[in-house]
């Protein structure tokens, strides 16, 4: 069971991390609103390297943003913290596929192979915690200008890619929890282990009679009983 438990937990992770890979470069991060807007002539949609407008014909035109300094630092931050979830994620990757039992590298035991799940389940759940820190922080900052009402600025909604962010974040953690939670079932199932367990022999104490009751024996039932 805690084989497939872990498996489970892998492919999970993995799923995240790709997850986490599409939503940094989507597109839609935040989109511009049409709430409040008397005529839209177009739609402004932005990430965090670049922005883009669609106008009336649907014709887009993007450019990225001319200096990273410049920038907001919430923005910078979210640049920092995904770019280290998915490093975080590759690596947790990378060893869960060495430490899982179904896998064979190195002819390394099973008490190895359960401290690599748990340095990859460790790592997994980190990449998931600074992805969902990121997506939570960037949707933070749209909802506080959004329903600012002294805010003069262009005001956005959450993009698709917001939520597709929080659920790569969720599936990365969960399978963390996952692959680190079978790390202690694949120590004790070690054969090497076991092996090193000192061997105790039953012992069996048999009494023996003594000379008193073999004579009583022989008093009992005569020589003749003998013959």
């Given amino acids: 069971m805690s084989v497939a438990v872990e498996t489970f937990g892998f492919f999970m992770s993995a799923l995240g991390l790709l997850m986490l890979g599409v939503t940094l470069s989507n597109s839609y991060w935040r989109v511009s609103t049409v709430h409040g807007n008397v005529i839209t002539t177009n739609t402004i ?36 913290l995904m770019i280290t979830a998915i490093l975080l994620g590759f690596l947790g990757l990378f060893l869960g596929m060495v430490g899982l039992r179904c896998t064979n590298v190195g002819n390394m035991d099973l008490s190895r192979k359960a401290k690599l799940l748990a340095i990859a389940g460790t790592f997994h ?91 009583i024996s022989f008093g009992k039932y005569g020589k003749n009983a003998y013959v």
């Fill in 125 to 215: 759940i980190l990449a998931g915690t600074c992805g969902m820190v990121a997506i939570s922080w960037y949707a933070v900052n749209i909802t506080t200008d959004f329903f600012n009402p002294l805010y003069v600025g262009t005001k956005y909604e959450l993009g698709p890619a917001l939520y597709l962010g929080w659920s790569a974040s969720l599936l990365s953690i969960l399978g963390g929890i996952c692959v680190f939670s079978t790390c202690c079932c694949a120590s004790k199932e070690d054969p090497d282990t076991r092996a090193g367990l000192p061997y105790k022999p039953s012992t069996v104490v048999i009494a023996r009679a003594t000379s008193n009751e073999s004579d």
């Fill in 45 to 80: 949609f932005e990430n965090l390297w670049y922005s883009c407008a669609t106008d009336s014909l649907g014709v887009s035109n993007c450019w990225d943003f001319p200096s990273m300094l410049a920038l907001s630092g919430y923005v910078q931050g979210c640049r920092a």
